[in-house]
Every structure is written in C-alpha cells, then in structure tokens.
C-alpha cells in the first residue's frame, strides 16, 4: 500500500498514562504523524479530544469501561465501546496497531471473528515471562478459546522483546505473521562523559512495583555496603510500593546510600540521567524497558537482568547481566560495577550510546513499524479484492 496510511492505535497516552508502553505509543505516533500519515487513538484512560505529541495533534477516543462490575462486566463494557466506536469510525482506517496482547487486541479479535469489522490487526506486546501479555491471557476465563481467536483473527504480531515468540507459542499463538521491531528513543546530541564520581551514583527509573525487582536490589545494595564499598543511588518514580520500600530501605540501613526521589518530570530526570554514572534495571520480567534505552541514549552503562528483552541486544562490552531474582548473582554484578577502572566504565557508557544510535532510534524505528503496517493493510486488501471477486 503505497501513501499515507491510516492508522488507529489502541492504547493509553501520556500525560493521562505515565508507563513505559505509553510513552513508546507517544513516540511511535508522533512520528507517524511527522511521517503524514493519519494517526487516531483509542484507549479507555485517554479523554475524547486531542492530543499534543511533540508537533503532532493527534485525534483521541474514550473507550468507556465500568470498572464497578468488577473484572467480568469491566471487559465486557470495554468490549461493547470499542465495538461502538468502530461501528462508527472503523471505516476511516486502513490498519489498527493494539499495543499489548490485553482487552484491546482480545476485543478486535472477537469482533473481527463475529464478522462486525475485517480491519487488519497488528498487536505488539509488551512484557515477557512473568506476569506479561501470555500470563494475562491465561488468567482469563475460557483462556483457550481467547488464545486460538488471536491465532486466527490476528494478523501480524511484532516481538519488542524475543523471548516473547516462546511465550506465544505456549498460548498455541503461532499464526499471526512475526516481526522483530525494537522499542524506539528519541536521539539527542551526545553528552561528553569524561569523568566518573568518586563515588559511584547508579540510578533506576520507572514504577515502583513488584515488577521491577527494587526490594532484591535493596538486599544486594545492603550487601555491597557490607563490603565496605561506596556508592549513591537514586531511585526516580512512585508506584503502589513506595512506602514499603522506603521502610525496607531503612530496615536495611541505607538511607545514607539510596534516595527516593518521587516522580519527576522528563526534563528532570534526563538530568538525573547525566548526573549518574551507571544504569540498574533488576526487573523480574519486561519488555523491552523504556528506561534502559533512556539511560543507553544518556551515554549510561547498564546492569540489567536477562528478561528477554534489551537483554538481547547487551553484551559485556555495555554492561553487567545478571540472571532475575537471583541476589548473589545481583549482588556480584554490582560490585563489579563498582569496582571496574573508571575508563572502562566511561568506555562502557559510549558503546551503549553507539547501540542505541545504530538500532533503537526512533525514526528508524517508526519507519520499520510503517513498513509492517502497511504490509498487513496491503495484504488484507488484497485478500478483501480476492473474497468479492
């Protein structure tokens, strides 16, 4: 399919949403949109209006839920508006790009079964192992029926993390067309890292939760401290278990190590970015973290845990990788972190950036999502043109 493509993405947005899967959204369409293609979304935490990405104005849709009916009428009451909404406005576009295998990508291929919209389907998940995309699906009702609906009425299916293609597969999710595109970071000019602190300053960024593995690296911290190592370490973000690991960081003894900021505006935590000299990310399970590629962008060395994901594309050239969930392995990592000369951190820290500029620019990124896109709208109208002939 050749021109503007008209695409509907079924997701949340910043600044309604603050995730890393919304913020990759907000990338990904405000390139788009730069591109010239028409570019709406839908997602039931986002208003009916506009939004402003970047110099994009993109046009948004509510999905309405009732979160009152608990689990059951909350899924079915999402089900029932997207159907409204693309009874409405479904024949505006040629594609619609779910980011997740959750209620959006379930709800379009149920209707897409019932034969109440032919519009093609690219989903793209976003978390693997653990309690990602797979995990949900299984946690729904009848999951078996939900997952073989996805297998026929899903057209395409693109994998930011690789380990993802396994967890698919356990679902019985094997038809649907597989791409390998990368999450996506906007590239700023380079910063030129020259010195490493006397004290070593590690940052985190994200949601704290139970997800991103903080209370294991408390314990290892409380370990490197007991080495009679020094270090400082921030903490960037809020989340449902802030307060009890505000608590465990004192029981640990490290208030003098680790601070808690609380969230912080993008503008602030770039700078937190450049003031640091390493990245952590000790995550049970991910994706492919939007953090990481923040910090890789910032010219920041990482220590990450093997999720399946960024993991991927980080060798020890860039990093320390060490197994999830696993505190001794967590705990060597970091004090080889710490104990590596500072020229072989600083040169660490510039290869990250020379990968994230080689594979997860944003712009290249978009244009590989187009590509796929356009590929599937191509097909299906094809298919559509061979069915009426």
Known sequence: MSGALRILVVANLPPWVLGGAENQVARLVEAWAGFGHQVEVAGHRIPDGEARLGVAAVRTHRIAVIDRLGRAGRAASYFVSLARLLARIGTRFDVVYARGLGDAAISICLLKAAGFTRLPLVACPINARGAGDAAFIRSVPGWRRIAAVIDRHCDAINLIAPAI??????????????????????????????????????VWTGRLCAQKGLDLLLVALARVVASGRDFRVELVGDGPDAAMLVGRCRELGLAGHVVFTGPLHRDEIRGRLESADAFVLPSRYEGMSNAALEAMEAGLPLLLTRCGGIDAWVDDTVGWICPPEDVESLFDSLCRLLDVPDADLLARGRRARVLAEHEFGIDAVARRNIELLAAVATAASVATCHEEA
């Open 165 to 202: 293609a396994d967890d698919l597969a356990e679902i019985g999710v094997v038809t649907p067309s597989l791409s390998r595109i990368p999450n996506g970071i906007a590239l700023a000019p380079p910063l030129e890292r020259t010195v490493v602190g006397p004290v070593r300053r590690l």
